[in-house]
């Protein structure tokens, strides 16, 4: 399984924003769903957003309304939108993909997710 790529993190100040991306392979782009997730401990990863192949979206409680997925079939990337960021939204993101219409994929459950990338900081200060 190739990993994905995650790019664009970086600081910030509250209320910033910031664009992460995501590059994934040409092969396992098409049918696939693709989250979004942040370290939150050692051990555990929180659901941020998905999009599966045809557009659904799906977010985490924490940042409905903030941010937004999309995904640019022509280029195989997929994109995160973070605005009105928060101290809280601090931490390292990663991207990784499951199967489309399933219950990780409207769940963002990390669990049922594949192929992750090495992640990408984002650092917001008050």
């Known amino acids: 399984q190739v990993p994905l790529a995650e790019s664009g993190g970086g600081s910030v100040q509250a209320g910033g924003s910031l664009r992460l991306s995501c590059e994934v392979p040409?092969?396992?782009?098409?049918?696939?769903?693709i989250g979004w997730f942040r370290r939150v401990s050692e051990k555990e990863r929180e659901g941020v957003a998905s999009?599966?192949?045809?557009?659904?979206?799906a977010y985490g409680e924490s940042v409905k309304g903030r941010f937004t997925v999309s995904r640019d079939n022509a280029k195989n990337m997929t994109y995160l939108q973070m605005n009105s960021l928060k101290p809280e939204d601090t931490g390292m993101y990663f991207c990784?993909?499951?199967?489309?219409?399933?219950?990780?994929?409207?769940?963002?459950?990390?669990?049922?997710?594949?192929?992750w990338g090495q992640g990408t900081q984002v650092t917001v200060s008050s």
């Open positions: 999009i599966d192949n045809a557009g659904t979206t």
């Open positions: 990784a993909v499951t199967a489309s219409h399933t219950s990780s994929c409207r769940r963002i459950w990390a669990a049922g997710f594949w192929s």
């Open positions: 040409t092969y396992v782009y098409g049918s696939r769903c």
